[in-house]
């Protein structure tokens, strides 16, 4: 089992720049799978949260699309952290941002077993 925490999150201005972390605890980090998803405040409720991005356990990088160009995620096994690095930021960013963490696969669709609490970002232009 694993326990996520997420920081970095705040306010910032449209064309800034965010970093966020997210610290596992447990054991045997390297073993999963580790990406981020996002609620944005107006979605509908029941609504899926959307996948961003996701780095599995032997390096394969995974990325929306159309948030590729600005978003990278990274990991730190020896830290046990997973950070999202947040360019050029816009009001249509603003989100909860959540660490998610499975013992398989985390891609758009998934249903990763391991959520953390959330970060909030807000942009404003």
């Known amino acids: 089992q694993v326990q996520l925490a997420e920081s970095g999150g705040g306010s910032v201005q449209a064309g800034e720049s965010l970093t966020l972390s997210c610290v596992a605890s447990?054991?045997?980090?390297?073993?999963?799978?580790v990406g981020w998803f996002r609620e944005a405040p107006g979605d509908a409720p029941g609504k899926e949260r959307e996948f961003i991005a996701s780095f599995s356990w032997s390096g394969r990088l995974s990325y929306k699309p159309y948030l590729k160009d600005r978003f990278t995620i990274s990991r730190d096994n020896a830290k046990n952290t997973v950070y999202l690095q947040m360019n050029n930021l816009g009001p249509e960013d603003t989100a909860d941002y959540f660490c998610v963490a499975d013992l398989g696969m985390v891609t758009d669709g998934a249903h990763p077993t391991y959520w953390g609490q959330g970060t909030r970002v807000t942009v404003s232009s």
């Open positions: 447990g054991r045997d980090f390297s073993d999963y799978a």
